[in-house]
C-alpha cells in the first residue's frame, strides 16, 4: 500500500530489503539476517546515487540497514506511537534528534535508551503526529453533502482498513441492522473484506441502505468522512493519535491483539485523557452495541470526549517536524 501511496503523491519510491529479528524463530533468523545484509548493500547503493544531507525515519526494522550505513549523515526520528519498539529504540542509538508524538514518549527513551539519557533532553522533542494537510479541508456539513449523510441523524465511522481489523467488519456486519437503527455508518472496510461487505450490504432494505455507507477505501474524501462523523471505531494505530484530535473526533478503540502492545498503549493513553473508550478484541461482538449505544445516547459525554481530544491536537506537526529537518541540514545556506 505505500507504493500506491507515494506514487499518487508523485514522489520517487525505492524499497529496501529487511526483515525483522525480534521474536522469531531459530529457523527463521538465518533468512531474516541475509535479507537485513541484503538491506545493506541496497541501502549503500541509494546513499551513493541520493547524497542525502538528512535522513529522516519513522521506525520498524525496514530502516535499521540505512541507520547502519548512513550512520554519519545527520538524521532524525519520528516516533508515531506511544511506545517505541525495539527497532525505534536501536535507531535512536543512531538519531541526532528524536520527534515524538506525545510527552507520554519520552521516559521511554530516557530510561531505556543508553544514548537518550537526561544528560540530553534537547534531543527529543514534542511535535505531535503530521496529518494530511488535505485533510482539514473539510467542514462538516460540505462532508456530509459530499458522503450523502443526512445533517438530523448521528454518524458512527467505521475504520476496519487491513487484516488485522477483520473482527471489527465482523462484528459490525453482525449487528448491521441494529446499528443502522441508531446512526448512519461510514464503513471504509479495507480491500481485504470488501466482498463480504457487498454480499451483506444486498440483504439490506433500501431505508437500511440509505443510512450505510461502505468503502473499500478512501482517498480524497477521507478527510470528509472524518469530518462528518460524531464517533469513530477502529483499531488503535498510530494515526488515531492525529487524525482524531484534528477532527475532535471521540473513538471506540479496540487494540489489535496479535501484536505487540503498542495499541493498547496508544488506546490507553487517550482512555487517560478522557477522549475515547475502550473496548478487547475478545469483547468486541459482545460489547459493540451496547457501547455505541451508551454513548449515543449520552450526547454531553461525546462532546466531553470530543472537547478532550481535540486539546490533544497538533496541527502544525509536520511544520514541525520539517523544522527539526532543516535545523539538521549541514548547509546552512539552504536552510530557509
Not at 462484528?171 to 471504509?188: K, N, R, Y
Amino acid at each position: 500500500m505505500e507504493t500506491q501511496l507515494v506514487e499518487r503523491s508523485g514522489i520517487p519510491f525505492r524499497t529496501i530489503p529487511a526483515a525483522g529479528v525480534h521474536g522469531i524463530g531459530l529457523r527463521t533468523l538465518p533468512h531474516n539476517l541475509w535479507q537485513l545484509s541484503r538491506g545493506v548493500l541496497a541501502s549503500r547503493r541509494i546513499l551513493r546515487e541520493f547524497k542525502p544531507e538528512v535522513l529522516f525515519f519513522t521506525g520498524g526494522y525496514v530502516a535499521v540497514p540505512m541507520a547502519l550505513v548512513g550512520w554519519k549523515v545527520p538524521s532524525l526520528l519520528y516516533v508515531p506511537d506511544i511506545e517505541p519498539g525495539l527497532a525505534l529504540k536501536t535507531l535512536a542509538r543512531f538519531a541526532d534528534k528524536i520527534a515524538v508524538t506525545a510527552e507520554d514518549s519520552r521516559h521511554y527513551f530516557t530510561s531505556t535508551c543508553g544514548t537518550c539519557t537526561g544528560n540530553h533532553p534537547e534531543r527529543i522533542c514534542l511535535t505531535g503526529y503530521p496529518v494530511r494537510a488535505d485533510l482539514a479541508g473539510w467542514t462538516r456539513q460540505a462532508a456530509r453533502k459530499a458522503l450523502t449523510l443526512n445533517e438530523e441523524s448521528p454518524v458512527l465511522l467505521v475504520l476496519g482498513g487491513s487484516k488485522g481489523a477483520r473482527s471489527i467488519n465482523a462484528a459490525v456486519l453482525a449487528a448491521l441492522p441494529a446499528l443502522v437503527e441508531m446512526t448512519q455508518i461510514i464503513h471504509i472496510t479495507g480491500e481485504l473484506d470488501w466482498p463480504n461487505v457487498e454480499e451483506k450490504t444486498k440483504e439490506l432494505s433500501n431505508t437500511q441502505s440509505a443510512r450505510y455507507h461502505a468503502f473499500p477505501y478512501l482517498h480524497e474524501q477521507m478527510g470528509a468522512a472524518l469530518a462528518a462523523a460524531d464517533l469513530a471505531l477502529s483499531r488503535a494505530g498510530a494515526s488515531t493519535l492525529g487524525e482524531y484530535p484534528l477532527f475532535g473526533l471521540p473513538a471506540v478503540l479496540v487494540p489489535y491483539p496479535h501484536a505487540w502492545r503498542y495499541q493498547k498503549v496508544n488506546a490507553d493513553y487517550l482512555v487517560r485523557q478522557a477522549a475515547a473508550v475502550s473496548l478487547a478484541d475478545e469483547k468486541l461482538a459482545d460489547r459493540l452495541l451496547p457501547t455505541i449505544k451508551d454513548l449515543l445516547n449520552q450526547p454531553e459525554k461525546l462532546v466531553s470526549m470530543r472537547n478532550a481530544m481535540q486539546r490533544l491536537a497538533h496541527p502544525d506537526a509536520a511544520t514541525l517536524i520539517g523544522r527539526q529537518l532543516l535545523a539538521l541540514c549541514p548547509d546552512k545556506e539552504k536552510r530557509p
